[in-house]
């Protein structure tokens, strides 16, 4: 039985504003964004400076080293466009590299046969060709307002200060100390004496941080060559060298030839109301589905929606596992990954995810740029002749599951991070708002399920019991809390815009997350 208070009560408090509101699981990236909207930039521009800060201020769930996607909304146009930057297989990549141990099935987050060593789970054999960058640049070359390299000096000031080990960070550092100290630079960079995390005494100020110099160098060469110079010049050179150096296979050639897909979102009527999602190789199709049977189905009250939601989940989870492979996806449980989104005072909206994969990605920082790298490789069943085997220059498979939607006056952006746990947390935000009429305070703190492809349902303890029983005549059920650490939900931020008037929330229990306004009274 838990020993967690049962009296403790957590809220976060949302703010109406006629200006712009950024979402984020980090408050300072989210502080960057909306200084960004203040300059009179676009919702995009401050997609660009969030997503650097979250880069240098939570490097354990994404960064330039990762990839994702988004979906953008434009308010002149009403144009929603998907962005796909997820990550590609090396050309190089030996599948012999990766000989099957025949220890049974991977630890980590697929159910995978394990390799020998874990080598396609972490270490630089892991390492797949990133694609954020890439993405957020064409989205600034296509909406941006302000110039590339302001939208970078948040980033650049952050990582010269060293990011602030507070307990949230000691502990997830924590939590893979043991790992990190295999790699000598990530071992340097996270850990003291290369074995004990960071962190202050508990009942100490914080005053620890990490020694982000060769990140903080990186970002400006970046930031004076533009997006590209990531995957061409100096930076692709040293991000190549570094992890050859260790074993991996990522080529110079692999960042030149790296580009995203951009192309129309894929538009989800649902009742009134319209979602716009991504579109192939994402999550967006598993809500499309989702949404499709929550339909015809009658949500007047939490005892009819819960079991429905339950219902229409563990189906479009079941339709997922057993038919998308070559020409879909793969399962993606709980990892390192990070949403934001942002809504501009002319109603321009993004909807932004982005990841590592596993939480501090393959365990292996470059120390030329001080990047930790992604372990993009694990997106691949190791063995031949399966649905989404491993090989070389393939796209990785993604359950990213960003979204923008629309009913009546009111229009929201949407996602969320938590592996295979995204598609439950959008998906039944989005019928809060849609079905229930909630604005996106009420929906954030609104209990949530999640079935994600188990057995049965993983359900809030709040919920009423007539609920919950509701729900236990559809699956079995399995109650607990919302807490800071582990989460057994999703972790979403969403921004919402009613007439002329804009809000935004992140998950309650991320200490982290916040919503910064653009106005600042």
């Not at 649902?270 to 991504?278: C, I, Q, S």
């Amino acid at each position: 039985m838990s020993a967690l208070s049962r009296t403790q009560e957590v809220r976060k408090h949302v703010i109406e504003t006629p200006g712009g509101v950024v979402a984020s699981q980090h408050r300072l990236a989210a502080e960057a964004g909306a200084e960004v909207l203040r300059a009179g930039g676009d919702a995009v521009d401050a997609a660009v400076a969030t997503s650097f800060v979250l880069g240098v201020l939570e490097p354990w769930m994404s960064g330039p080293a990762g990839g994702g996607a988004a979906v953008h909304w434009r308010a002149d146009t009403g144009e929603a466009v998907a962005i796909n930057f997820g990550m590609r297989s090396p050309k190089g990549l030996n599948v012999a590299d990766y000989p099957l141990s025949g220890e049974g099935k991977a630890s980590d987050l697929f159910p995978w046969e394990r390799v020998v060593g874990d080598r396609n789970v972490e270490g630089a054999k892991a390492i797949a060709v990133p694609g954020t960058v890439e993405g957020i640049g064409q989205a600034h070359a296509r909406w941006g307002r302000l110039p590339w390299a302001d939208l970078l000096a948040p980033a650049i000031a952050h990582a010269r200060q060293g990011m602030l080990v507070d307990w949230y960070a000691a502990l997830l550092i924590a939590s893979v100390a043991r790992n990190l100290s295999q790699d000598p630079d990530a071992a340097a960079l996270f850990l003291d004496d290369g074995v004990w995390p960071k962190g202050s005494g508990w009942t100490a100020i914080p005053d620890n941080r990490l020694d982000q110099s060769a990140m903080a160098d990186m970002l400006e060469v970046l930031a004076s060559g533009g997006p590209r110079a990531f995957y061409e010049g100096d930076i692709a050179a040293a991000l190549a060298g570094d992890v050859q150096a260790k074993g991996g296979s990522l080529s110079v050639d692999d960042l030149r030839g790296y580009r995203a897909w951009t192309g129309a979102a894929r538009p989800v009527p649902y009742r009134d109301a319209l979602f716009h999602v991504m579109p192939g190789l994402t999550a967006g199709p598993t809500f499309a589905r989702v949404m499709e049977q929550l339909s015809e189905v009658d949500m007047s009250t939490p005892a009819q929606a819960y079991p429905a939601y339950a219902s229409a989940l563990s189906r479009a989870y079941a339709e997922r596992l057993g038919t998308m492979g070559d020409t879909g996806e793969v399962p993606e449980a709980p990892g390192c990954t990070t949403h934001f989104s942002v809504v501009d005072r002319a109603g321009n909206m993004v909807a932004h995810t982005q990841t590592l994969l596993s939480i501090f990605g393959s365990r292996v920082v470059s120390p030329t740029t001080g990047l930790l790298m992604n372990n993009g490789i694990m997106w691949f069943d190791p063995e031949q002749g399966r649905p989404n085997s491993l090989g070389p220059d393939k796209a990785c498979l993604m359950n990213v599951c960003p979204i923008v939607g629309s009913q009546g006056a009111r229009s929201f952006a949407l996602g969320a991070s938590g592996g295979r746990k995204i598609v439950s947390a959008v998906a039944q935000l989005a019928s809060f708002v849609t079905d229930r009429g909630m604005g996106i305070g009420a929906a954030f703190h609104t209990p949530r399920i999640d079935v994600s492809g188990g057995a049965g349902a993983i359900a809030d303890e709040t919920l009423p019991p007539e609920v919950l029983a509701a729900i236990e005549r559809v699956m079995p059920v399995q109650t607990t809390r919302r807490t800071v650490h582990p989460y057994a939900f999703a972790c979403p931020a969403g921004v919402m815009r009613d007439g002329a008037v804009n809000s935004g929330c992140t998950e309650i229990m991320s200490p982290w997350g916040d919503a910064a306004l653009e106005e600042t009274e």
